[in-house]
């Protein structure tokens, strides 16, 4: 089983939609979650971390189901400039270091 | 203002001709790391530096090496690259722990002809 898994996508939505990925780990000691953004042919920057209790940023939700061990991404009032690959990234005890998944890519257009 | 400066951005190199890709920091920065990266996969960890103590993941293949002089300055070379090689190669660093924020460079994009 994948340590990380996400629906490649791509995801196309017009500008203004809302869109939600979805992001699944194996590892129930795992103990950080993020989200990058990387956009084609760069580097994955960091576009927020995830709590416990879900946290917001901008027109960015993020949210931990720690049960079912999932993690959200909400966009709302979609930009094309939100056009990018979203990577869940997990961090877990004991690894040492982040475990990436494969990206979901996001696709607004006019 | 570039943190994570990688050099070059683009490296062609002919099969089994050696090559070194460098990665520099202005962040001072405990942790460096080099990641593989092919299209439309995660990035692949190759190897970490916690200050000087190295660690190398299990699957990273013996071609590639790593070295650290100084805190700000890292190096990936690769032995003999083969066709399968070709990819593009992140250097990021991370304050204090595997856990951190890590600040990635902008890669080098490797051809192998």
């Known amino acids: 089983r994948k340590e990380v898994e996400q629906d490649p996508g791509p995801f196309n939505v017009p500008e203004g939609a809302t869109v939600a990925f979805n992001c699944t780990y194996s590892?129930?000691?795992?103990?950080?979650f993020f989200w990058y953004r990387q956009d084609c042919r760069k580097e994955p920057k960091l576009l927020m971390s995830?709590?416990?209790s879900g946290n917001e940023d901008g027109r960015f939700t993020a949210q931990l189901n720690r049960a079912s061990q999932y993690i959200s991404l909400l966009i709302r009032d979609s930009k094309l400039s939100d056009s990018a690959t979203y990577l869940c990234?997990?961090?877990?005890?004991?690894?040492?270091?982040?475990?990436f998944g494969k990206g979901t890519m996001l696709l607004v257009s006019p | 203002d570039a943190m994570v400066i990688q050099n070059p951005r683009y490296q062609v190199t002919q099969f089994g001709k050696p090559v070194t890709l460098s990665c520099s920091q202005t962040?001072?920065?405990?942790?460096m790391y080099w990641y593989q990266q092919k299209s439309s996969q995660a990035p692949k960890l190759l190897f970490h530096?916690?200050?000087?103590?190295?660690?190398n993941e299990a699957d990273t293949p013996d071609n590639f090496q790593s070295r650290r002089p100084n805190t700000s300055f890292c190096f990936l070379d690769i032995r003999s690259p083969g066709l399968g090689d070709a990819a593009m190669y992140l250097c990021?660093?991370?304050?204090?722990?595997?856990?951190?924020?890590?600040?990635f460079g902008p890669g080098t994009r490797l051809t192998v002809l």
């Open positions: 995830v709590y416990s």
């Open positions: 990021a660093t991370s304050r204090l722990s595997g856990k951190d924020t890590q600040y």
């Open positions: 990234v997990v961090y877990t005890s004991g690894y040492s270091t982040l475990t």
């Open positions: 962040l001072n920065h405990n942790v």
């Open positions: 590892n129930s000691a795992s103990q950080s």
């Open positions: 530096y916690y200050d000087k103590d190295f660690n």
